[in-house]
């Protein structure tokens, strides 16, 4: 009888876990069907162009550390308007841009900036864009969809279409399937 409780507790807790895995993994969508709130606009910073509409800029990582090679891209209205690739301290430069709002972005971050012609500027825009790399994880997310990461080697646990999320789901489905059929097979023979 203490195996046959053993046995049906085991099932119950392999039910539970497996369960627990499926709401972790897409725990990001609400339950109570409350829309999230909407994340606030993105911060427009102001940057002067120099003579000849000449754009400065500088891209590094979170740490400061300038990021060499990075292709850099000036968007409007989701399309692209002009690149650039930064040196090896991380600058860019790019000529002929007109002021307006743009977007500068990067694999690796973006940002939105309001270029301004020489002269039209105000006082606290600054004379250069700066991009900052965006390299933190956010729950639910991974690194491993940037090349760059080397983080975790591509696997991710609670990714359902990871081979490790799919064996270790079918690795709970099975342990309990099994420990199921012993339970009632148990049972049957003490009736």
Known sequence: MKTTNSLRGCSVCFAVMGM???????????IDGKVAKKAAAPAILDVTLHDGGVLLGAFVDSKGTAVKGSKVSIRQGGEEILNADTDTNGRFMMRDVRGGVYEIATVRGNGMFRLWAPGTAPPNARHMALLVANDGVVRGQSC????????????TLFDPYSPAFQVLSLGL???GLATGIVALTCCDRGS
């Open 20 to 30: 627990m895995v499926w709401q972790s993994a897409f725990a990001d969508q609400p």
């Open 144 to 155: 491993c969809d940037d090349p760059n990461c080397g983080g975790c080697g591509g696997v």
């Open 173 to 175: 489905g099975a342990g």
